[in-house]
């Protein structure tokens, strides 16, 4: 489903990407590992045309995707951080959302699930970080797209919403989509993951199963076996 | 883009500061027009007032929308929109919620105070037309600016050197130059001059609408001839519009190219 070729990004000086190749073609849960600053945040942006590659390839359903901007109708995305217009209402936010799309969503068994009913008249900026998240996830999961991006989802989320969130993610690959997910938290990874795509150094290091990356690293728990990499490279 | 211009016009209409800056004008108006029983001093007065603040308001609201919705912005990158379309959206939200500001606020006192039945009407629009076109030209300008300095710090900075330079430093050096060359035949220089800064070009229109270029002195027979036709109304219009739509222009492409 995406095909990246040979991608170049550098902010600055700072190399992030450097000549990344990467192919999903599979359904499924896919996390996105790496050390801070590794680019997982910057291959996503690339994907969704937020972040502008120097060189190479993004292919989306088969059709390059640089400098467009319809394929995104068929992305839903969940940023890294929860920000949305102070004066805005939840409900006029959501409304916005949709009216932009204009495709059908099911908003409404998401409000009810991580039960934000109650802020729906309230303004945005007067949330907290936890419902901000929750209000983010439902924008991210109300409409029906082929691929999901979730930039670290767990982020402020309390025990229960926690528990929703990885049920929503088993739907959504229940329905044959693909997911990608980026966080740090290895139990999540563990719980859900299909395979692992590791980031380092702006390449592909490692592409496969959690058994296979420990297997590889010859660690049981795959806290340890993502240390392991990490360590070697440190070194 | 009018899904996008509507949402960041809403957002603006409910910030305080809005409020602030439409009950500032309807004051002002109220004010002028009912202490001072003269409605073309009235005029004058909130020229001058109108050729400093709406520069200085378009410039700060300009540069504070575009890094206070920074995060709702890269919400909308992410859905199926051309860049473009919401970088225009925010800005002509942003400036039309400013000049319907200052148009409503200096509108209403003049209205209750029967603008209608004066002949001073032709001369109060071409203020409000100048003013909302200064809005539009600083907002934009900001925009810019915002949209090249990723450090908000140094964006609001920039910007309101930017303003400043145009409503104070511009003049300055105008006038060192005027001076230091006083033995050479300086119409010609000072007509271009004067047209390459809004806030001047501005002035002048309206000064010569006011049909007070008496006080410009000499120049000012020099600007009447070229500014008091036909074609150099069009012609100074021309240059209104084209503060506005280089700097528009300069957005889309800047937008582009950048990375959120």
Known sequence: MIKIEQLYKSFGKVDVLEGLDLEITDKGIFAILGPNGSGKTTLIKSILGMVIPQKGKIYFQGEPVMGKWDYRSNISYLPQIAQFPVNLKVRELIEMIKNIRGQSSNEKRLIDLFKVQPFMDKKLGTLSGGTKQKINLVLTFMFDSDLIILDEPTTGLDPVALIYLKELIQEEKAKGKLILVTTHIMKLVEEIADKIVFILDGKIYFEGTVNEIQSKTGEDDLEHAIANILKETYA | ?260
Not at chain 2, 31 to 60: E, Q, R, Y
Not at chain 2, 125 to 134: D, E, N, R, Y
Not at chain 2, 196 to 204: E, G, T, V, W, Y
């Open chain 2, 1 to 260: 883009m009018l899904k996008i211009l509507k949402y960041s016009f809403y957002d603006l209409m409910r910030s305080r500061w809005s409020y602030v800056y439409f009950f500032f004008y309807l004051i002002l108006g109220f004010v002028l027009l009912f202490l001072n029983n003269d409605v073309s001093k009235a005029i004058i007065t909130i020229m001058n007032i109108i050729l400093v603040l709406t520069p200085l308001i378009g410039t700060i609201f300009g540069v504070m929308y575009y890094y206070d919705s920074r995060e709702f912005t890269e919400l909308l990158l992410a859905q199926p929109l051309k860049r473009s379309t919401i970088f225009m959206g925010q800005y002509f939200g942003v400036a039309i919620s400013l000049a319907l500001s200052l148009v409503l606020g200096l509108g209403i006192p003049f209205a209750a105070y029967g603008l209608f039945q004066s002949s001073e009407i032709w001369n109060f629009s071409s203020l409000l037309v100048t003013g909302a076109f200064l809005t539009f030209i600083f907002v934009a300008l900001s925009y810019n600016l915002a949209l090249s300095y990723e450090n908000k710090i140094k964006g609001f900075g920039f910007a309101i050197l930017m303003w400043l330079f145009f409503a104070v430093i511009y003049d300055g050096i105008f006038l060192i130059l005027m001076m230091s060359f006083n033995d050479y035949p300086l119409d010609k220089m000072a007509l271009i001059g004067s047209s390459l800064n809004p806030i001047d070009l501005s002035r002048i229109l309206i000064i010569l609408k006011l049909d007070i270029s008496a006080l410009l002195g000499y120049t000012g027979a020099v600007f009447k001839n070229f500014f008091g036709t036909m074609s150099g109304m069009v012609t100074s219009f021309g240059l209104l519009v084209a503060w506005v739509v280089f700097p528009i222009w300069r957005i889309v492409g800047k937008s582009r190219k950048k990375d959120f």
